[in-house]
């Protein structure tokens, strides 16, 4: 990868103060690109093998953010981790990769163009592993307490139990910092670790507003004047939501046909399922909101 090299001992102005706090701190980074990008940002992580809910949350919330001017840190991993980076650079803002391994052995290899764009765009591939480290299990998790500790919250969009993303976490009540999770369904593994983190106190993100509050309170960030939520009442109705029981269902979760079957016996009082379903579910396509998987399965679209 194309960037400047810096090295920040523990001593160095540019060393992140945030990062001389945490328990067992880093005694130099390996910092390729800007190392000014090292600020106390927004940590955004999730599941590897993330499913489209997740994928979308991290995308959605890393844009509100990184437009308001945090800057989102993640590990650069497939999935969540990806997609918050990229919410980042769409909006023209700021990110950091927390590497496992040297920034000269970049990993996962086929993210080193996402990497690129990132040192391009004026934030920071970063390592506390000299250039040529390999990455091996344990690295990762600890790069892992680095990207809790820098940032000043850690937002967990999608995690199960037992996980890396939930290790982070565990790094970031350790160092005291805030801690939020997006819900999930119950009925998928992939949500217990946000649902459990809820549980143990962590900051529910049930939609923008809570979202917009806590950046208020914790970055200083004001809402814009020109966004409103879904949900506020208009003439007695809540705007935005909808009379198809079949793309309400999708919009919480990927769906197969089986259950959707199942769910249409439940809604469609007198009418034949298979038609009833089968116009719904036509309905739900046609918004632009819910698709097909390669799967079969039906789920809401990542934005």
Same mark, same amino acid.
């Given at each position: ?89 769409s909006v023209g803002g700021k990110t950091v /990769? ?5 920034? $000269?052995?970049? @990993?996962?290899?086929? #993210? &080193?163009?996402?990497?690129? +764009? !990132? ?86 993100? /049930? ?5 917009? $509050?806590?950046? @208020?309170?914790?970055? #200083? &960030?004001?809402?814009?004047? +020109? !966004? ?60 632009g909101k819910i698709t097909k998987y390669k ?9």
């Amino acid at each position: 990868m194309r960037g400047k090299k810096h090295v920040l001992e523990f001593n160095n102005d540019k060393f992140p103060e945030a990062l001389r706090q945490i328990p067992y701190p880093p005694k130099r980074l390996y910092c390729l690109g800007n190392p000014d990008a090292l600020t106390e940002g927004l940590a955004i992580v999730g599941a590897r093998r993330a499913t489209p809910y997740g994928l979308s949350c991290a995308k959605h919330f890393g844009e509100i953010a990184a437009r308001a001017g945090v800057t989102i840190i993640s590990g650069g991993a497939y999935g969540c981790d990806s997609e918050s980076h990229r919410a980042a650079l769409s909006v023209g803002g700021k990110t950091v /990769v927390f590497l496992g391994g040297g920034c $000269d052995k970049p @990993y996962p290899v086929r #993210n &080193v163009n996402l990497y690129q +764009d !990132i040192i391009d765009s004026g934030g920071a591939i970063v390592s506390e592993n000299y250039w040529d480290c390999e990455s091996y299990k344990s690295s990762f998790l600890q790069r892992n307490r680095l990207i809790a500790g820098l940032a000043k919250a850690t937002l967990v969009v999608e995690a199960g139990v037992p996980s890396g993303t939930f290790t982070t976490a565990d790094f970031a009540i350790d160092a005291g910092k805030e801690l939020l999770a997006v819900p999930g369904p119950i009925t998928y593994s992939g949500s217990r670790g946000c649902n459990r983190l809820i549980y143990q106190g962590a900051i529910p993100v /049930v939609d923008d507003d809570v979202f917009y $509050d806590f950046l @208020y309170t914790t970055y #200083n &960030v004001i809402r814009p004047s +020109d !966004i409103k939520t879904e949900q506020k009442v208009k003439h007695g109705e809540k705007v935005g939501q909808s009379n198809n029981p079949i793309l309400e269902a999708l919009s919480a979760q990927p769906i197969n046909m089986d259950q959707l079957y199942e769910f249409a016996k439940t809604q469609c009082g007198r009418e034949n399922p298979n038609v009833w379903l089968s116009k719904k579910l036509v309905e739900a396509e046609s918004s632009g909101k819910i698709t097909k998987y390669k799967n079969g399965m039906y789920g809401p679209v990542v934005r």
